[in-house]
């Protein structure tokens, strides 16, 4: 087992439907585990509290996938803030979307935070489901971890 000074839980983050933590420090790398849309300190997993979600006139779900994937890459910059290190350290991310016609959405929200030459790495597919029914996109990371690979002086 790895030690517990590896492994990093936000402060405020929703709980999570199992025990994990949020970035674990691992051989050079940090692993951040996939985020969604749910608002910090909003309680469990099933609380309800996601960006991105209303319901129209007639009672239906009405989903914002670019404010979803907006919220989740401020998650994910989030938790690798709690270890000191920011978006740019990520080399790769898995992105798991439920609907492929969320795509086109999904990438405008990407590309306000990544472009083709500094961005990581990226895999996209679309999964059945999510954690929640109120997910529609969650995005988990690998970063360099800097006092690892931080230039020789």
Same mark, same amino acid.
């Given at each position: 087992?790895?030690?517990?000074?590896?492994?990093?839980?936000?402060?405020?983050?929703?709980?999570?439907?199992?025990?994990?933590?949020?970035?674990?420090?691992?051989?050079?790398?940090? +692993?951040?585990?996939? *985020?969604?849309?749910?608002?910090?300190?909003?309680?469990?997993? @099933?609380?309800?509290?996601? #960006? =991105?979600? $209303?319901?129209?006139?007639?009672?239906?779900?009405? +989903?914002?996938?670019? *404010?979803?994937?907006?919220?989740?890459?401020?998650?994910?910059? @989030?938790?690798?803030?709690? #270890? =000191?290190? $920011?978006?740019?350290?990520?080399?790769?991310?898995?992105?798991?979307?439920?609907?492929?016609?969320?795509?086109?959405?999904?990438?405008?929200?990407?590309?306000?935070?990544?472009?083709?030459?500094?961005?990581?790495?990226?895999?996209?597919?679309?999964?059945?489901?999510?954690?929640?029914?109120?997910?529609?996109?969650?995005?988990?990371?690998?970063?360099?971890?800097?006092?690892?690979?931080?230039?020789?002086?």
């Amino acid at each position: 087992m790895a030690p517990a000074e590896h492994a990093f839980v936000l402060p405020r983050r929703p709980k999570p439907t199992a025990p994990y933590p949020d970035v674990r420090r691992a051989g050079g790398l940090l +692993y951040v585990a996939g *985020a969604s849309s749910r608002e910090p300190g909003t309680g469990s997993a @099933d609380s309800g509290h996601f #960006v =991105g979600v $209303a319901t129209d006139a007639d009672g239906r779900t009405v +989903y914002d996938v670019e *404010a979803q994937t907006c919220r989740v890459i401020q998650a994910l910059r @989030d938790a690798l803030g709690l #270890v =000191g290190h $920011a978006l740019d350290d990520l080399v790769k991310v898995n992105c798991y979307l439920v609907d492929l016609a969320d795509m086109p959405a999904f990438g405008r929200a990407y590309a306000r935070f990544f472009d083709a030459k500094t961005g990581p790495v990226r895999t996209t597919v679309v999964v059945k489901n999510l954690p929640h029914k109120d997910i529609r996109v969650e995005i988990e990371g690998v970063a360099l971890d800097r006092a690892v690979h931080a230039p020789k002086l």
